[in-house]
């Protein structure tokens, strides 16, 4: 059975997709148009390219996420000119590594820009604060001159996934050279699955790393230190969560994951196999209520 899946984002938390697609899968359902934001273009994009369950366990499972720490290197090694650096690059880490690593994956099964896809088979979502708008990828890139074909998915995702402060804004620049920064698209819509629900030509199935709301734990903040892992966790939990009805609740598979935060790269293998344990879990019993029903 064919169905269109969104994909939430969540950083390292998304690692738990992977134990709910592989459900998905063994149970006869095909994935044809993704959205995704964050963490969960990554996941939706490696899909659309045509990577399945298995194939993504094993990508996730052995790449060390540490990697994707891509500091740049100071002429001069004093702290603060890393601190003077962070100041006006906007982020403590490049994201090349990330993006590079997208790029190769992505190519070894023949896809690059939007173009190789069918269209609409994948939308990506990511946040211009130059404009203070949304901006849904490939689609809007004509607003900016830019040929959505030949954009790259990788620059795309790399957009997407973008976490403010943590890597450095993607800046893309407008016909008129009019220069626009973009971060991570779960600042304006970290679960895009209105994208989908207005065609109704085939179900839609939400993937979401969150309780539901109501149960949702507080956040612990003593300093500054601990606000901006907080700033990240609300940004990618609770700004969508108001728009979810009663009815859209019953398409959407719940992973709450509480245990591991969005930025938390050092993630280890015993770590990775738990999350995906959960994502398997919430997908059965979804199923048994989705069948049931």
Known sequence: MEIDAVFSGGGMKAIAFLGAVEVMEKEGYSFKNIAGTSGGAIIGALLSAGYNAKELSEVLRNVNFKDFLDRRKARIPIPFIHWLSFYWRLGRYKGDSLEKWMRNLLKKRGIETFGDLEEGALKIIASDLTRGKMIILPDDLQ?????????????????????????????????????????????????????FNKEKVRPTIGFKLSPKLENIPPNIINNAIDMLPALVETMLVAHDSRYISKQIADQIIFIPVQTIKATEFNISSKEKELLIQEGRKKAEEFIQRFVNN
């Open 143 to 195: 607003g900016y001159g830019i040929n959505p074909k030949t954009f790259s998915i990788a620059k795309a995702v790399r957009m997407s996934a973008g976490i403010p402060y943590f890597f450095e804004p993607i800046k893309i620049y407008d016909r008129l050279g009019v220069r626009s920064i973009v971060v991570d698209g779960a600042l304006l819509s970290n679960f895009p699955i209105w994208l």
